[in-house]
């Protein structure tokens, strides 16, 4: 079992900057691709980023250019650089691992969920 636990959120003005990490723990030497899904209120939990721990990387369209999803040398904490905040980036965003993450872009493709950290993008 994998635990993954979010951190980072919080409050920021349009056209602001957050960063959000995801640290996994648990099972030693999971390489499952490690990403990010955001729920806003009343809409369906939808694909934002992901990466393999090789260097590759899918963006949804809505966020390419903006966030920028990387990791850390130690293969256990991935990071969402989130740049150019819009009020339509609000919601709850999950990290997530699965090894279909970054093949499928889909929940279906995720074999382990964190608990969510919510990001609030207001003047």
């Known amino acids: 079992q994998v635990q993954l636990a979010e951190s980072g959120g919080g409050l920021v003005q349009p056209g602001g900057s957050l960063r959000l990490s995801c640290a996994a723990s648990g099972r030693s030497g999971s390489t499952y691709p490690m990403g990010w899904f955001r729920q806003a209120p009343e809409k369906e939990r939808e694909f934002v980023a992901a990466f393999t721990w090789s260097g590759a990387s899918r963006y949804a369209e809505s966020v390419k250019g903006r966030f920028i999803i990387f990791r850390d040398n130690t293969k256990t904490t991935g990071y969402l650089q989130m740049n150019n905040l819009k009020p339509e980036d609000t919601a709850v965003y999950y990290c997530?691992?699965?090894?279909?993450?970054?093949?499928?872009?889909?929940?279906?493709?995720?074999?382990?969920w964190g608990k969510g950290t919510l990001v609030t993008v207001s003047s």
């Open positions: 997530a691992m699965g090894v279909n993450l970054v093949a499928t872009q889909r929940s279906d493709g995720v074999n382990y």
